[in-house]
């Protein structure tokens, strides 16, 4: 087989048609046959030759772009990709990010300080450690040696029970038996992924999305079928397309201040994905890590469990990110069909998760100290979102496209198209700030010319000068490195 055009495509073959031919292309580069830069066939002309639907070469051509094979121009067509120098991933940048900005004369009292804008993780010094202490203190003095024997895999009851009461906040109403504890939201993934999916599964995820959760999905061999998102939610045209010609096991989602983008769903549109969720049989994850941070006047945000009255929503909620990540304590909501599968799942995973991290969880929150800590929090970031705010309305160059989040800790920034944020980031990186670029949380690892900012891990203080600087870099950037010829604004519909 020398050409594209000698491809035999087996329709007796329980793989799909473009799947087939994604195969194949793939073989034909990687063994250097299709030479980098080879303009491929056009859509139309390889259909004929193939003897199969147009939509067969697209789905084709768009896996191959998606794993890097090829590169398309606009109204050129599509070109075999340079996969011997293909660096997509951002622990391999390109060393001529690697020039260096004193020449700027930034002013700043600690110049070698970074400014990370990177990590979502909470700083130590919003640690309750006073608070959780009088609370572990209890329990041990409580339970004794019970505190630390093996919990039942479903999580401690009287935690669940309290969780139970406090998810009626958020309009959900589920008893203590639909509750499930988990040791984090990374594990909830793993489990889901474990009891739901076989090989070659196919699952939905939001793109850009949370890179835990790809990892997760790609572990398990899944075929991910990726949906764009916009700044009101998921893309629901290509998700209803996509419903048409594949039948996922669950779609994977992040309905309020969604990361990496902070954006917000329409009520209208989490209102449609339980429509679909219900009319396509599929289940929806939502992952709810970030919804007690609703920072401003516009009050809680409405989650996809509360609406869900086909029980098609698996509800996962983690603590990490506004209470102390190091003590892994997360939960889910889960349908009633899959109680069993679950608990197998959560049982070959870690057979329980700390009997003494959820009896104290428990105190404290019957006791109101969470409450009291989500407050205290909110007002932190409030100041924090406020600072960052002003800072990049008064300092960030022009060029740069974002959309302000309704709460959360995430802001999403895009380059003019053409530009890498993974060489931003590294440029950054080489100047003592810290961004996220945008390929950390491409479903296929592809550079983009987005990035993240995130206020968990910068003080107030500190806000001001870092958008400065990282804006004078920015500048710097524009000017001085040249646009990627092959590189298209991948994801162009989030603005």
């Known amino acids: 087989m020398k050409r594209i055009e000698d491809i035999q495509l087996d329709k007796s073959d329980s793989k799909f048609l473009y799947f087939q031919l994604f195969e194949k292309i793939k073989e034909l580069i990687e063994l250097n046959i299709l030479k980098p830069h080879t303009k491929l066939p056009s859509i139309r002309y390889l259909a004929e030759k193939l003897k199969v639907n147009s939509v067969t070469i697209v789905n084709a051509y768009n896996l191959l772009e998606k794993e890097g094979y090829i590169y398309k121009k606009v109204g050129s067509g599509s070109f075999v990709q340079d996969i011997g120098s293909k660096k997509n991933n951002m622990y391999f940048l390109d060393e001529e990010a690697g020039i260096n900005i004193d020449n700027l004369k930034i002013n700043s009292d600690n110049k070698n300080e970074v400014i990370n804008f990177a990590s979502t993780a909470p700083m130590p010094d919003l640690f309750p450690i006073d608070d959780f202490k009088i609370v572990l203190n209890e329990v041990l003095d409580r339970d004794k040696g019970r505190a630390f024997t093996y919990q039942e895999s479903q999580g401690y009851l009287e935690l669940r029970k309290a969780i139970s009461n406090y998810l009626l906040v958020f309009n959900i109403k589920a008893n203590e038996n639909d509750v499930h504890i988990i040791s984090g939201a990374q ?60 039948k996922p096991k669950f779609l994977y989602v992040m309905p309020n201040f969604q990361n990496p983008t902070g954006y917000t769903y329409s009520i209208t549109k989490k209102k449609k994905l339980i429509e679909l969720a219900e009319k396509h049989n599929f289940y929806i994850i939502e992952d709810d890590y970030l919804s007690d941070l609703y920072l401003f006047e516009q009050g809680r945000f409405t ?25 892994r304590l997360a939960f889910m909501i889960i349908p009633e069909k899959l109680y069993s599968d679950v608990l197998s799942a959560k049982h070959i995973s870690d057979i329980s998760t700390s009997s003494l991290i959820q009896r104290a969880f428990h105190l404290y929150l019957e006791k109101g100290i969470w409450q009291k800590h989500i407050e205290q929090v909110n007002n932190i970031y409030s100041e924090r979102y406020d600072t960052i705010i002003k800072s990049i309305k008064k300092h960030m160059p022009k060029q740069i496209k974002y959309v302000l989040p309704e709460g959360g800790l995430n802001f999403w920034f895009s380059l003019p198209s053409g530009y890498s944020g993974n060489k931003l980031y590294k440029l950054c990186l080489n100047n003592n700030v810290t961004i996220a670029p945008g390929s950390l949380f491409d479903v296929w690892q592809r550079d983009t010319n987005y990035f993240r900012l995130s206020i968990a891990s910068v003080n107030k203080e500190k806000i001001d000068f870092g958008i400065y600087k990282l804006s004078r870099i920015i500048s710097f950037f524009l000017e001085n490195y040249p646009k990627d010829p092959i590189k298209t604004n991948l994801l162009n519909n989030l603005f």
């Open 187 to 246: 594990q909830g993934i793993d489990i889901l992924s474990k009891a739901l999916i076989d090989y070659g599964d196919i699952v939905f995820t939001e793109n850009p999305t949370y890179t835990g959760a790809i990892a997760v999905f790609k572990s398990r061999s899944a075929r991910i079928l990726d949906i764009p998102i916009n700044k009101d939610g998921i893309d629901l045209i290509d998700l209803e397309y996509k419903l048409k010609n594949f």
């Open 303 to 327: 989650s996809l469990k509360s609406l869900d009255n086909v029980d098609k929503v698996i509800y996962i909620k983690s603590f990490s990110k506004i209470f102390m990540p190091g003590l």
